[in-house]
């Protein structure tokens, strides 16, 4: 359940909306009270999400004995709700490109805060990168983000991205069909992963909340990719 909370947010809604949603689902028909027992929340909080709910159009209710009696949408609507927003955010896209001022020389280290902020930087690669080069000691992303990873890898896999992945022995890597892993010995835990592409660097330090640094300078890059090629040339398969 908490897995599918994240994939609920990812998606667009919020933890408390996600909640109630599973709630009503697993209940079926059912009036506020009990959802709000099975949700764990307290009342207040439960009618503010059906609310909003409603408002999505992913709940509906109907009147029994003056009550409010509420039901799940069909979860497949959940797929047109994304395609709505696809469509509108097309629509919307000449307009706020006529707004746009591209800067006249993009800054050489852009910083990144949160999940919402690490994915950002992987969306990133999806758009530009050929082929990434990654130095990731104990393979946190799929653990971090495992609502995201799956995407990811799936992108990874249509786009034709070639990975060649340095991890610590024994960690735990979800890789594509496109990943070439090797391991190095395991003797100290690191929090950071580089992921080196194009003419970027970016430094991911898991943390909580995570943060990433990305470096577009290509000596750095070029700099990046000769230590990642004497660390592979030692790695073991």
């Given at each position: ?13 919020t ?36 609310k ?116 610590r ?14 391991y ?19 430094i ?34």
């Amino acid at each position: 359940m908490e897995n599918l909370v994240k994939k609920l947010k990812f998606l667009g809604l919020t933890k408390v909306e996600a909640e109630v949603y599973l709630a009503l689902l697993k209940l079926g028909m059912s009036r506020a009270g009990k959802i709000s027992k099975e949700a764990q929340l307290n009342r207040t909080t439960t009618y503010a999400a059906l609310k909003s709910l409603l408002d999505k159009g992913l709940i509906s209710y109907v009147i029994e004995s003056n009550r409010k009696v509420f039901k799940a949408t069909n979860p497949k609507y959940i797929l047109e709700l994304i395609k709505e927003k696809e469509e509108e955010a097309e629509k919307m896209l000449p307009k706020l490109l006529s707004l746009y001022t591209s800067p006249k020389k993009e800054s050489q280290v852009t910083l990144f805060y949160g999940y919402k902020g690490v994915k950002s930087v992987f969306q990133d690669i999806l758009r530009t990168a050929k082929e990434v080069l990654v130095i990731d000691a104990e393979g946190q992303f799929s653990e971090k983000m495992s609502y995201y990873a799956p995407y990811y890898i799936r992108e990874v896999e249509r786009k034709k991205i070639k990975i060649r992945h340095i991890v610590r022995r024994g960690a735990k890597v979800n890789s594509t069909k496109t990943t070439t892993i090797k391991y190095i010995p395991r003797k100290t835990k690191s929090q950071s992963v580089i992921d080196i592409y194009g003419d970027k660097v970016a430094i991911i330090i898991w943390s909580e909340p995570p943060e990433a640094v990305v470096i577009k300078n290509k000596a750095a890059a070029d700099s990046f990719r000769s230590y990642f090629e004497i660390l592979w040339k030692s790695a073991k398969n």
